[in-house]
Every structure is written in C-alpha cells, then in structure tokens.
C-alpha cells in the first residue's frame, strides 16, 4: 500500500528489453532502506525491488504492467517519482493507493493559477473516468492530488511549489503521458452496490 506522497525522485540507469518483459534498473537515495522482495512505486506501479545495492534496486516489469502503463516508454536517464511502501505506523498524508495503475492519461494543457500550477489530463477511457470526481482523489504519476475540475474528457488538478520541486509533475508538459490511478474505494462501493 501507498499514500502518493513521493520519497525520492530516482533515475533510471539502465533498461534492458526482452521478450519476456523489461528489467528496471533505479538509482535511488533510498536504496539503503530496501530489502529484496519490497514493494516500491515507481510512477505509481507498485514493482519488487530486487538486486538491490548501495546506489539503487532493480525491478522486472512484465507484459500486463507494461500494457496499462507508461514504465514501458522509460529510457535510461528519466527521472520517477518513487515511494516506498506505508508502514503500518506510518500517517496517512495522501489517500489510499494500491500502485495498480488503471490507465493512462496524457496532459492536454498546462496553464499558471497564482503559485501554483494547473495540469489538465485528457482520459481516452470513459469507463476510468467515471471514479474521478470534483474534489476526490486521484493518483497522477504516483502522486496522490486533488481533482480540482472534471469533464466528459479529463480533470485538472492544481500543483503547488512543493509538489512541482518534489516531483516529475512540475515538468509535465503537454503531450506527456501519466500513470493514473483512481481512488479504489470507488470500485469497490460500485463493485458491492446491486445494479
């Protein structure tokens, strides 16, 4: 489980491409606090860290992750948003993630409000874009945020400073594509009501 509150902006430093999926290799400065087998959001995909030295971790991404999200477009260099998982002691300061990324959006519009930064996301799935609501949470890139507006085609949300310095939003442009994943309390209040 995750909150989407970013601990390290890593770097990708290697991606080695096979048929049978791609193996992630992230520097982190957190790699000290990781063991093999741990849970660790990158981008907001909930990956098994392994190989795990004193510079970074490893990760093996196969096909269905590499389908519902965009960890398949990384190159050696990009930089992720990373979190590594709640402690059962820890505060609760986003919202409950699962890092099961739901799809994909793309950021249609990037435009300044004040100090912070509004980002419009363009949702091609409308069976996605029912779960996001006016004022609920979202995950974007593995950051928990706010729905600030939401249409028939996409929401905003509205970065302030810390989040823009703290994580890869503040250089999203438009054209970027983003993890996205939606509040599972959500899914599961649809799951359980009789239709």
Known sequence: MFTGLVADLGTVAAVDATADGVRLTL???????????????????????????????AADVMHETLRRSTLGDLQAGA????E?????????GG?????????????AAVRE?????????????????????????????GVSLTVARVDD??????LIPETLQRTTLGDAAAGARVNLEVD??????????PR
């Open 153 to 158: 085609a996409g929401f905003d949300v509205s």
């Open 184 to 193: 599972v309390v959500a899914k599961y209040v649809e799951k359980l009501l």
């Open 95 to 107: 919202h409950i993630m699962q890092g099961h990324v739901d799809g994909v959006g793309t950021v």
């Open 79 to 82: 930089r992720v948003n990373l």
């Open 113 to 141: 409000d004040g100090f912070a930064r509004v980002v419009t996301v363009r949702v091609d799935d409308a069976a996605l874009l029912r779960y996001v609501v006016d004022k609920g949470s979202i995950s974007v890139g």
């Open 84 to 92: 590594l998982a709640l402690r059962a002691t820890d505060r609760l």
């Open 27 to 57: 520097a982190t400065r957190h790699a000290g606090e990781l063991r093999d087998g741990d849970s660790v959001a990158v981008d907001g995909v909930c990956l098994t860290a392994t190989a795990i030295d004193a510079g970074g971790f």
